[in-house]
């Protein structure tokens, strides 16, 4: 059974941080493209970052690019999401998605991924 669990997410104050993570079970990640995105209330699910099987490519959304950094721990089977400086406008669900590549690439494109964890919820909020 191939799953995804994402953790870490909470209500923090704006300026705060959170570190999500998103740890595999029935796989290793070793070998696959990792994706985070996320869906507020009423809008449609975007892409916030993305990471390659071997870690030596990432990508950002615009939004969040200088204050999320996503990295991953293959001996843990772990992909983190660190999120800084937050803001009210990063309240979303945020979902993490892989996919089995041989390439060193990744995209922030939902239709790229297999696998998709349940969400946890972020809440930025004073």
């Known amino acids: 059974q191939l799953q995804l669990v994402e953790s870490g997410g909470g209500l923090v104050q704006p300026g705060g941080s959170l570190r999500l993570s998103c740890a595999a079970s029935g796989f290793t990640l070793n070998y696959y493209r990792i994706g985070w995105f996320r869906q507020a209330p009423g809008k449609e699910r975007e892409g916030v970052s993305c990471i390659s099987s071997s870690g030596g490519s990432t990508n950002y959304a615009d939004s969040v690019k200088g204050r999320f950094t996503i990295s991953r721990d293959n001996a843990k089977n772990t992909v983190y999401l660190q999120m800084n400086s937050l803001k009210p406008e990063d309240t979303a669900v945020y979902y993490c998605?892989?996919?089995?590549?041989?390439?060193?690439?990744?995209?922030?494109?939902?239709?790229?991924?297999?696998?998709w964890g349940q969400g946890t919820q972020v809440t930025v909020s004073s």
């Open positions: 998605a892989a996919r089995y590549t041989v390439q060193d690439l990744c995209v922030i494109i939902p239709f790229s991924y297999d696998y």
